[in-house]
């Protein structure tokens, strides 16, 4: 079974930095895509950046600029560097995956979530 397990919320100053890391396991054949979405309360999950297995990278226009996203294949990890964090980044933010698995084939899958609150 693969799974997407989120690491590195947390409580921090607006200006301030936090890296999120979301780490997969499982018997994954191939990654086509990863990414983070965020939630913010009342509202859509949302796109915040996502990353192909080429390597090339989208972001939320509120999000350039300040956000990169990363892969480091050795880790089976994908990483979110958050720089200049403004209050309104607070959200519950989720991993995201598209892959191909073992019994499962080509299917995308989502991590519980992680927690970033922002405070002025």
């Known amino acids: 079974q693969v799974q997407l397990v989120e690491s590195g919320g947390g409580l921090v100053q607006a200006g301030g930095s936090l890296r999120l890391s979301c780490a997969y396991s499982?018997?994954?054949?191939?990654?086509?895509?990863m990414g983070w979405y965020r939630q913010a309360p009342g509202k859509q999950r949302e796109l915040v950046a996502t990353?192909?297995?080429?390597?090339?990278?989208n972001y939320a226009n509120s999000v350039k600029g300040r956000f990169t996203i990363s892969r480091d294949t050795a880790k089976n990890t994908v990483n979110l560097q958050m720089n200049s964090l403004k209050t309104e980044d607070t959200a519950v933010y989720y991993c995201?995956?598209?892959?191909?698995?073992?019994?499962?084939?080509?299917?995308?899958?989502w991590g519980q979530g992680t927690q970033l609150t922002v405070s002025a």
């Open positions: 995201n995956a598209e892959l191909s698995a073992a019994a499962v084939g080509r299917t995308n899958i």
């Open positions: 990353i192909t297995n080429g390597g090339s990278t």
């Open positions: 499982g018997i994954v054949f191939y990654i086509h895509r």
